[in-house]
């Protein structure tokens, strides 16, 4: 079973320095249909202005994981964890027993854009750690790209939580991807269009899956999508 969560029907504000959508309830969007999928709390989708960003605040216990589209987004965290993250890279910070952190468009000129996602741990209080890696081009090039797990196989970032995220770019071919006994899977579009088992998704639309065993992504001329399998 395949349900579609079209990109309109996100939650949505423009703040003027953040244009953000909400594929599940956040902040002032609450609709009780939609709190998430599986152990997947959060995706927002920001668009940041030039010069702008969040200023610091504090997380406790989730599995926070950031994926650029466009431009760059400067991190600066309680641990002392100074970086910029740009497309390509993945970002995974366990807020644990407690994190401050702040995130800054540092371009004058370029807005950045980005997915945001919160995942639910399997452990609380944990002690807060970030971790950042890069993935080449050709890496992420017709092909599902394990970018987090939770033991941190082929090169991920390490999440707590039994679940993997795998990030594709797709031209015109068809990646297939095996959900294991009792396992869902959420399909997040990032970028241009594709179709999942035959059934057409753009930009900003998600997908959550059940009681299927093969998903089968097919790129239409150019799209970037997330894929989550969870418990």
Do not use: C
């Not at 991920?156 to 594709?168: C, D, E, G, K, L």
């Amino acid at each position: 079973m395949i349900e579609l969560r079209k990109a309109k029907d996100r939650g949505h504000a423009n703040h003027g320095w953040l244009d953000t959508h909400h594929t599940f309830s956040f902040a002032d969007y609450h609709d009780p249909r939609h709190m998430g999928f599986s152990v997947l709390r959060v995706i927002n989708e920001d668009v940041v202005a030039p010069g702008q960003g969040f200023p610091t605040h504090p997380h406790r216990d989730m599995e926070i994981i950031t994926w650029i589209l466009e431009g760059a987004l400067e991190h600066q965290d309680s641990l002392g964890t100074g970086s910029v993250i740009r497309p390509g890279e993945v970002q995974r910070m366990s807020a644990g027993s407690g994190i401050r952190h702040s995130e800054f468009n540092p371009s004058p000129a370029e807005a950045v854009h980005l997915l945001q996602i919160w995942i639910l741990p399997n452990q609380q209080g944990v002690t807060p750690s970030y971790e950042q890696t890069r993935f080449d081009d050709a890496e992420l090039a017709n092909r599902l790209r394990l970018v987090a797990s939770p033991d941190g196989q082929d090169g991920s970032v390490t999440i707590h939580q039994n679940a993997r995220v795998y990030a594709a770019r797709l031209q015109n071919g068809e990646v297939t991807h095996t959900l294991g006994s009792g396992r869902r899977a959420w399909v997040q579009v990032a970028r241009g269009e594709l179709t999942l088992n035959g059934q057409l998704l753009t930009a900003g639309d998600g997908a959550a899956v059940q009681q299927e065993t093969i998903l089968r992504l097919t790129g239409n001329g150019g799209s970037e999508l997330l894929l989550f399998d969870l418990p």
